[in-house]
């Protein structure tokens, strides 16, 4: 498995995340939000992260106490925003080698099934 990184070509536009086990595997996901042949991909070859830093605050846990409360705040972890952490970014911006994301290359994509590992002996 890979981690790739999809944006447009045309706008830069970040499309997602994909853990896949190629390319094409890519394509059929990104196909389900937006044309895959106006997007293009990098592999992501870095330690990185996404977190949401304008999540709605929520109050802390009651066990925790008084002093750490301050301190302590669990974050609704909505969709809402979500940010890539500075070196994931840098990577992005300027050091990946992005490539074109070629629509799906075979027919229509089927998880795999447990018959795919059996063998026939005979």
């Known amino acids: 498995m ?5 944006r447009v070509i045309t ?11 190629d390319s094409d595997d890519v ?3 990104v196909d389900e939000l937006c044309d895959p042949g106006a997007c293009e991909f990098a592999y992501v070859d870095v330690a990185g992260g996404v977190y ?3 999540a709605p605050e929520m109050p802390a846990p009651p066990d925790i106490d008084e002093d750490n409360q301050d301190y302590w705040v669990q974050r609704d972890k909505r969709w809402s925003s979500p940010m890539l952490t500075e070196r ?3 990577f992005l911006e300027e ?3 992005w490539f074109p994301l070629s629509p799906p290359s ?3 994509w089927m998880p795999p099934s447990a018959n795919d590992n059996i063998q026939d002996d005979d």
């Open 2 to 6: 890979e981690i790739f990184a999809v």
């Open 11 to 21: 706008s830069r536009e970040f499309v997602g995340f994909y853990f896949a086990s």
């Open 27 to 29: 394509a059929w996901l």
């Open 52 to 54: 949401w830093h304008d």
């Open 88 to 90: 994931l970014d840098i």
């Open 95 to 97: 050091s990946a080698d």
């Open 106 to 108: 075979y027919g229509p």
